[in-house]
């Protein structure tokens, strides 16, 4: 598992296979089983496989010209209407983007955090494209399919970030 994390890197060039909508659930599973604060599992979520949604997605998120080559695309979503103590739905909702990228990583596909939340123009592209009720945000965007890349794997440990008991 570690290998895992470790050797996960950001993909954005993918092949033209697609990914089947049961291994989306698969990723989905991944995902919503990750933690959140009280247990709340605020999110929501918006699979992606329309090839003419997928084409216009850079309309609204300029960072995402990868998506309209990938055969698919997750949105995540924070659902305020589920929360109990408010405030922790940003976090939850990062726990969940980053299981559903290492499920994605481990099920050899690739993927890419694409940050939609808290940037209000591309907040609002998602609401208008997607007619998004008032009480979900849309938070990240993650194209998904099968990589056409194999970026190195880097080494990002850094022992004098690490600080014992204090600074």
Not at 34 to 59: G, M, R
Not at 79 to 89: A, C, I, N
Request: aromatic share 8%; with cysteine; hydrophobic share 45%.
């Amino acid at each position: 598992m570690l290998e895992t994390v470790l050797s996960r890197r950001s993909i954005r060039a993918y092949t033209d296979e697609p990914v089947p909508r049961e291994t989306i659930e698969g990723l989905l599973a991944a995902a919503m089983g990750a933690p959140s604060a009280a247990d709340e599992e605020p999110w929501q979520f918006i699979v992606i496989d329309d090839p003419h949604i997928l084409e216009n997605l850079p309309s609204v998120h300029p960072f995402t010209p990868g998506s309209g080559h990938a055969p698919a695309a997750v949105l995540i979503c924070g659902d305020l209407s589920l929360l109990r103590t408010p405030g922790f739905w940003v976090q939850d909702c990062s726990a969940a983007t980053e299981s559903l990228l290492l499920a994605a990583h481990a099920m050899g596909l690739g993927a890419v955090w694409t940050a939609v939340f808290p940037l209000e123009d591309r907040m609002l592209g998602f609401r208008i494209l997607f007619s998004l009720p008032d009480h979900i945000i849309p938070f990240a965007l993650v194209p998904i399919g099968h990589p056409a890349e194999e970026p190195p794997t880097a080494d990002r440990f850094r022992k004098e970030r690490i600080h014992y008991n204090g600074w």
